[in-house]
């Protein structure tokens, strides 16, 4: 997930862990059980297993207040689900997905609507070949 203020990509894997896929776009806000909400809704009908969640980190490794709200929608979405929720460092991931999108040469309006979601699928991706994905 690229967890933000105001929208929350979400990104899939296959059933083998190896590929990450965009999935969607949900409205996020200040109400943290909203926010999962949101997110549970739209994963509905696929089996999670874990969920990844990135964490934006200061360009030094620090954590900052938004990663401090991004642990706290995260450890509501694993106190609510019962589900592993890993973080991912997602420095410059919105910047890597705007890049991909315009090679897409989508309008703006379009790549303004994908963006998170890619994002979301750039961290998944990140995690997915770093961990060689083991059930951790």
């Known amino acids: 997930m690229d967890y933000g203020a105001k929208r929350i990509g979400l990104a899939v894997s296959d059933p083998d862990a190896t590929?990450?896929?965009p999935l969607a776009t949900?409205?996020?806000g200040s109400n943290l059980d909203a926010c999962v909400r949101a997110v549970l809704d739209?994963?509905?009908g696929f089996d999670i297993v874990?969920?990844?969640v990135g964490l934006p980190l200061n360009m030094n490794g620090t954590?900052?207040?938004q990663a401090e709200v991004t642990r706290r929608f995260g450890d509501r979405l694993a106190a609510v689900t019962g589900k592993p929720v890993h973080y991912?460092?997602?420095r410059l991931t919105s910047v890597a997905a705007g890049d991909r999108l315009r090679s897409a040469e989508l309008?703006?309006?379009k790549r303004k609507a994908r963006l998170d979601r890619v994002a979301a699928q750039i961290i998944l991706q990140e995690f997915?070949?770093?961990k060689g994905w083991l059930g951790c």
Do not use: N, Q
């Open 19 to 21: 590929i990450a896929s």
């Open 26 to 28: 949900v409205t996020a």
């Open 42 to 44: 739209r994963a509905c």
């Open 50 to 52: 874990a969920f990844v």
């Open 63 to 65: 954590e900052g207040k």
């Open 88 to 90: 991912w460092d997602e």
């Open 107 to 109: 309008t703006r309006k």
């Open 128 to 130: 997915l070949d770093a």
